[in-house]
Nanobody, 115 residues
């Protein structure tokens, strides 16, 4: 099975930006749908951004992040990205990338927002 390794998390002030990266251990070219998920303390994991096959022209976002986050994929690098702009306090969570439906989960990357 393919494994995903997320990176790029950290502490940022509200309104700031952050770019998350996720490298797969195998080819993502044959994975039609990929997504970024997040899990905040005491809450269930939720998928916040979804990207379709190929160049990723199809994308979908939850209302909470629509207009602020952008998902993209580079199949030549087996990498998925999440550009996070205009960060809000409620964006603090552990972020994971995975296919849809997901393989076993990786470690994720912690994103924190300072007040």
């Amino acid at each position: 099975q393919v494994q995903f390794v997320e990176s790029g998390g950290g502490l940022v002030q509200p309104g700031g930006s952050l770019r998350l990266s996720c490298v797969a251990s195998g080819s993502i070219g044959n994975m039609p749908i990929l997504g970024w998920y997040r899990q905040a303390p005491g809450k269930e994991r939720e998928r916040v951004a979804t990207i379709g096959p190929g160049s990723g022209a199809f994308t979908m976002y939850t209302e909470a992040v629509k207009g602020r986050f952008t998902i993209s994929r580079d199949n030549t690098k087996n990498t998925v990205y999440l550009q996070m702009n205009t960060r809000k306090l409620e964006d603090a969570a552990v972020y994971y990338c995975n296919r849809v439906p997901p393989y076993p989960w990786g470690q994720g990357t912690q994103v924190s927002v300072s007040s």
